[in-house]
């Protein structure tokens, strides 16, 4: 099943059947997301989110590169910092959830 936000057209939200966990896809172009994600060559890309008062940031674990960010760019060096110090952690986490385990607390930015 594909679900997509008007208010954020560039993200499609998935869910598999039997799966535990619902996937974002995100792409610049709305037409292109709902694409993607209706293609049977879609594979899963570990990501992270990261919520801040300012706004908020989606990040690949294995390149540390924002996919997207409405954080100042302040705040998102902090939080690129924050996953490059635990991306070990954050993959392990990626990998509990994809096998519908319990993830594991990890250090929050300070």
Request: avoid cysteine; proline fraction near 9%; hydrophobic fraction near 40%.
């Amino acid at each position: 099943m594909a679900w997509v936000d008007p208010q954020s057209p560039t993200s499609v939200y998935l869910a598999r059947p039997g799966a535990k966990y619902q996937v974002e896809l995100y792409d610049p172009s709305p037409k292109k997301a709902l694409k993607v994600a209706l293609s049977p060559q879609l594979r899963p890309v570990a990501g992270s989110h990261a919520q801040h008062a300012d706004g908020h940031a989606k990040i690949r674990i294995d390149t540390l590169e924002a996919i997207d960010s409405s954080l100042p760019r302040r705040q998102l060096r902090f939080v690129l910092a924050w996953a490059e110090l635990h991306q070990a952690e954050l993959e392990e986490n990626w990998h509990l959830a994809r096998q519908g385990g319990t993830i594991k607390p990890i250090e929050p930015l300070r």
